[in-house]
């Protein structure tokens, strides 16, 4: 291969950490020579602001350094022209998986609960990073507007990049995450009535580039409102993960979030028991909360669903939990051996043991 081959091929490693494919197959590469032992790469951002430049230049200089013949790397960054952002729009936008396709190899998980404070957001952050560990594409849509809580959960402090009419969602723990949250310049109120609600989540599903996903996790508002209307609206293939703790009232009302299936027509895959047991010291269990609300509350869902909807996991009550969600990294990710992170982990590898594949799918056949 000649020179500038070499260093293209080099190159083909450094992931553009918003889009998640290589720079080169992104023609952010504009040139890449030798001048003597130095390698002169010169890389165009998508936006002259792009808040990662420095990990893009980083990344670049790490790849093309340990080359034979290489003393010296130069990194030169410049910014797409207008015709080349629009070419780079129209590539990606051809790539989009259409979620709401019936077709669509992407599994679409909407993670429900009747009221609020049985931790849906954060089993829900921790499913996701649980997730993506395991080698999956996974993106989170934080689809609680009024109460967004996933950025701080997920230790997101930046904004999302936008090329023109295309976001670029922020990544992290190996997840595409986005947020109304991010585009607020405060922790202010969203004020908002259900048709600016479906507007918002319209756009995420269809402004925002997730690129080809495995999962696509929502965080669902409590309740049976707007929200959760639109999902099943947009998103008609996708699955409901309901979420409570063992307290019959928790338990009373979750059972309006997962009966909601009989009119959306989407399918409860399982039930979530939240905060099951604290263990103690001396190794017994004290039920702060009660016991059996997560079996009983599966039982009687299938019995009105007329199918299976299995009480997937009961979560213990751990202060590593708490911990996690307050620092932004989840606790699979932070103490993976604790009960807490084994009972996640072992969740979201129940979610995800059904393969994606084309099964039951139509195929456009021609002769």
């Given at each position: 291969m000649s020179t500038p081959e070499i260093l293209k091929q080099a190159l083909s490693t450094v992931i553009d950490p918003e889009l998640r494919r290589p720079i080169t197959e992104l023609n952010m590469v504009e040139s890449a020579t030798m001048d003597g032992g130095t390698a002169v790469v010169k890389v165009l951002l998508t936006i002259a602001g792009c808040p990662l430049r420095s990990t893009i230049e980083a990344d670049v200089?790490?790849?093309?350094?340990?080359?034979?013949?290489?003393?010296?790397?130069?990194?030169q960054l410049g910014v797409?022209?207008?015709?080349?952002?629009?070419?780079l729009r129209d590539s990606l936008a051809s790539r989009r998986t259409p979620f709401s396709d019936p077709q669509s190899l992407t599994r679409v998980i909407a993670v429900a609960s009747g009221k609020g404070g049985v931790g849906k957001s954060s089993i829900t952050v921790n499913l996701a990073a649980a997730m993506a560990t395991q080698g999956l594409k996974v993106g989170l849509i934080d689809a609680d507007v009024h109460g967004f809580s996933i950025p701080a959960l997920m230790g997101i402090t930046q904004n999302p990049t936008r090329v023109d009419d295309m976001i670029l969602p922020p990544v992290a723990h190996?997840?595409?995450?986005?947020?109304?949250?991010?585009?607020?310049?405060?922790?202010?109120?969203?004020?908002?009535?259900g048709p600016m609600l479906h507007r918002a989540l319209e756009q995420f599903l269809s402004d925002v580039y997730f690129?080809?996903?495995?999962?696509?996790?929502?965080?669902?508002?409590?309740?049976?409102?707007?929200?959760?209307?639109?999902?099943?609206?947009?998103?008609?293939?996708?699955?409901?993960?309901?979420i409570t703790t063992p307290q019959s009232t928790a338990t009373q009302v979750a059972e309006r979030a997962g009966t909601i299936a009989l009119q959306t027509k989407q399918k409860v895959i399982g039930v979530v028991e939240n905060m099951s047991f604290l263990r103690l010291p001396d190794g017994s269990r004290m039920e702060i909360f009660g016991s059996g609300g997560g079996q009983i509350?599966?039982?009687?869902?299938?019995?009105?669903?007329?199918?299976?909807?299995p009480l997937m996991a009961q979560i213990p009550l751990e202060?590593?939990?708490?911990?996690?969600?307050?620092?932004?990294?989840?606790?699979?990710?932070?103490?993976?051996?604790?009960?807490?992170?084994?009972?996640?982990?072992?969740?979201?590898?129940?979610?995800?043991?059904?393969?994606?594949?084309?099964?039951?799918?139509?195929?456009?056949?021609?002769?």
């Open positions: 200089h790490r790849a093309v350094a340990g080359l034979d013949g290489v003393d010296a790397v130069q990194v797409m022209s207008p015709e080349q952002r629009q070419a190996g997840v595409k995450v986005i947020s109304i949250g991010m585009f607020l310049d405060s922790n202010q109120p969203v004020i908002w009535r690129g080809d996903l495995d999962i696509l996790l929502l965080d669902l508002p409590p309740g049976t409102g707007d929200i959760a209307i639109s999902v099943s609206q947009l998103l008609p293939n996708s699955e409901l993960l309901v509350l599966s039982t009687s869902l299938a019995g009105q669903l007329g199918y299976p909807t202060e590593t939990l708490r911990s996690g969600s307050d620092s932004g990294v989840p606790v699979v990710l932070t103490a993976p051996d604790s009960a807490v992170g084994q009972a996640l982990t072992e969740l979201a590898a129940q979610l995800t043991r059904r393969p994606r594949g084309l099964s039951g799918k139509s195929l456009p056949l021609s002769l």
